[in-house]
């Protein structure tokens, strides 16, 4: 499968970005959705992955309640919506699939699929 994220944009605090994540060569129902997300100088990070079952959605704590995933497989898109930014969020964001969503799922050997990653910049 061939993932491509888009919608990133330097934003100011407090503003919202839309992250679609489209896929190709195959069907996401048959994959798990991770977000990930890489700050300057620091590791890549999971930020929130989705399954196919309803209310399979996981977030780290320092999205939740911020950030929004959610999965439209008639488009064979997943999305990441990203409401109240805040400068701590500025990175490049990475769509990937895999087979699990979880806590002990949202780590990079566990995603097989990356997309090519997207720069969200939050600066007033």
């Known amino acids: 499968v061939q993932l491509q994220a888009s919608g990133g944009g330097s934003v100011q605090p407090g503003d919202s970005l839309r992250l679609p994540c489209v896929a190709s060569g195959a069907t996401l129902d048959a994959y798990a959705i991770g977000w990930f997300r890489q700050a300057p100088g620091k590791e890549r990070e999971g930020v929130s992955c989705?399954?196919?079952?309803?209310?399979?959605?996981y977030y780290v704590d320092s999205v939740k309640g911020r950030f929004t995933i959610d999965k439209d497989n008639a488009k064979n898109t997943a999305y990441l919506q990203l409401n109240s930014l805040k400068p701590d969020d500025t990175a490049v964001y990475y769509c990937?699939?895999?087979?699990?969503?979880?806590?002990?799922?949202?780590?990079?050997?566990?995603?097989?699929?990356w997309g090519q990653g997207t720069q969200v910049t939050v600066s007033s």
């Open positions: 989705i399954w196919n079952v309803k209310g399979s959605e």
């Open positions: 990937a699939a895999g087979m699990w969503c979880g806590s002990q799922y949202l780590t990079l050997h566990n995603y097989d699929y």
